[in-house]
């Protein structure tokens, strides 16, 4: 699976959207573009994945580039239950094929009142 | 909706003692996957399952086995435990191939 570059760290103002970056230059055809989060050790709570179209969903929206090379998960109104620790993870699915998430660094979003 | 289920929640063990996790997946998955979280470290993926098979394997120690049972549960057994084995260990599901992999709340151990 592709290597994914996220910031390390990010803040965000409550009710504020929160717009969080991915870099994906690797990515290959078959291969989504997955966001989870993980409040403090809690487990891993999927977000939202995409292929090539924006997607969005009650939690999130995600953009995905043109060329597929980066994305942006936004948060549009950011609550400060979203402090966490956001994981961008490319995965490939194909028939006959269940693969696992690979976990990279993350970005850890706090939320300022 | 019913989530993964893992026990116990907390576990303590001493150097050299045996656990096991046990995980029970979203009904009618069929797909289990095991993660250990070190303190400060991102989730690590250590095997998956599907059907009862080893499906994909990753930096599961020699001193770790698992399985799939007829029912898809899955358990994680851990022998000759280190202290470096404190973790905390998150059991995830799936459909096999499905887009969406959902994980538990994790059982933590300590070895002391």
């Known amino acids: 699976d592709a290597k994914t570059t996220q910031p390390t760290s990010m803040d965000c103002a409550e009710g504020r959207a929160a717009n969080l970056p991915c870099n994906h230059s690797t990515i290959s055809g078959n291969e989504y573009v997955y966001w989870y989060r993980q409040i403090h050790s809690q487990g891993p709570q999927y977000i939202i994945h995409g292929l090539k179209n924006n997607e969005t969903n009650e939690m999130a929206s995600l953009i995905i580039t043109e060329d597929r090379k980066s994305s942006t998960l936004i948060l549009p109104h950011a609550t400060l239950r979203d402090t966490a620790v956001y994981y961008c993870i490319v995965r490939g699915i194909s028939s006959g094929s269940a693969r696992q998430l690979t976990f990279g660094s993350g970005t850890q979003l706090t939320v300022l009142p | 909706a019913a989530g993964v289920i893992q026990s116990p929640r907390h576990l303590i063990k001493e150097k050299r003692e045996t656990a096991t996790l046990k995980c029970y997946p979203i009904p009618r998955h069929d797909t289990v996957y095991w993660y250990q979280q070190g303190p400060g470290q991102d989730p690590q993926f250590l095997i998956s399952f599907y059907e009862k098979m080893q499906s994909d394997k990753g930096s599961i120690p020699d001193r770790f086995s698992a399985q799939q049972f007829s029912d898809y549960h899955s358990e994680l057994n851990m022998s000759s435990l280190e202290l470096g084995d404190s973790a905390l260990y998150f059991c995830?599901?799936?459909?096999?191939?499905?887009?969406?992999?959902?994980f538990g709340e994790g059982s933590w151990l300590t070895v002391v």
């Open positions: 995830a599901s799936s459909l096999y191939g499905g887009n969406t992999i959902y």
